[in-house]
């Protein structure tokens, strides 16, 4: 504990130091906001065009996770240095601040780890959000990965939160990667008046008469993803022979579903 000398030179602060803290604080908030509303954005915008790839959207995710903490670390500790009494209450901690930093030490090891494999995985990939995932007998669809877990949708409507530090070690086997196969995703947001059986209808048939279909795999299926007040999200998943085959099935099929849903002839 301080002297009563420290505690007072420690609320004996100029209030010019706390507005400057303060302000510092909004513009990170601001800074953090913009940031993810400028992402949230670009991931609604490639998704209305049936553009956007697994592999984009686990780096965006986790990207903007990463820049929102440095924000704030970078703001905080500006902050802290408008107040030099606080350094004289650090040195009357000092002494007993040995034992707790050890502590602390060997408790965040474990989050520091799931920080460092949530980046790995992030630009590695070896498993991408949208991936259909097998873990200790578990399957799944991966739908977030934050810094710390992963979260996997489990067919029942379950989810399963994966520490990244374990994603990371155990054996996963990635049914969208596959071997020599490629499987195509391609969403479509169809408009709340717009109609979405038809454009199911379209989808199944451009994955039906697309000769890099893989004729000996599951057929192709038309799922919905999310309905909102934007509309409909489907999702159409079928098995190519390569990822070349993928390609172009995914280019046909947002060709076919902007012509049918905005007039936009490719």
């Given amino acids: 504990m301080g002297t009563p000398a420290t505690w007072r030179t420690l609320f004996d602060v100029d209030i010019r130091h706390v507005i400057v803290a303060l302000i510092l604080l909004c513009l990170a908030g601001v800074a953090t906001r913009l940031i993810n509303a400028t992402i949230k954005r670009t991931i609604d915008h490639h998704r209305e065009r049936g553009t956007l790839l697994p ?41 007993s601040a ?11 090891r474990s989050t520091l780890g799931n920080a460092i494999a949530g980046v790995m995985i992030s630009f590695a990939q070896p498993v991408r959000i949208g991936d259909d995932i097998e873990l200790r007998g578990e ?8 810094l710390l877990f992963t979260v996997v949708r489990l067919h029942d409507g379950k989810r399963l939160i994966i ?6 070690t155990e054996v996963i086997k990635n049914l969208s990667l596959g071997g020599a196969a490629r499987i195509a995703r391609i ?31 599951p057929p192709p299926r ?37 012509e049918r849903l905005y007039g936009i002839a490719w």
């Fill in 98 to 108: 040995g034992i707790s930093g050890i502590v602390v030490g060997f408790a965040a």
């Fill in 163 to 168: 520490p990244n530090d374990t994603l990371s």
């Fill in 222 to 258: 038309v799922d919905i993803i999310r309905v909102d007040e934007r509309g409909a999200l489907l999702r159409l998943t079928a098995t190519c022979v390569d990822p070349a085959g993928a390609d172009e099935l995914a280019q046909t099929a947002m060709a076919r579903a902007s």
């Fill in 187 to 217: 969403d479509v947001l169809v408009p709340p008046k717009g109609d979405a059986s038809g454009i199911r209808t379209v989808l199944l048939g451009v994955a039906a008469a697309n000769p890099g279909l893989d004729r000996s795999a």
């Fill in 55 to 95: 592999e984009t959207t686990t780096r965006l995710q986790v990207s903007r996770r990463l820049v929102d903490t440095a924000i704030w670390l970078v703001a905080i500790s500006m902050a802290l240095t408008q107040f030099p009494e606080l350094h004289v209450l650090s040195a009357g901690l000092l002494a």
């Fill in 139 to 146: 399957r799944g669809v991966v739908e977030d990965i934050t």
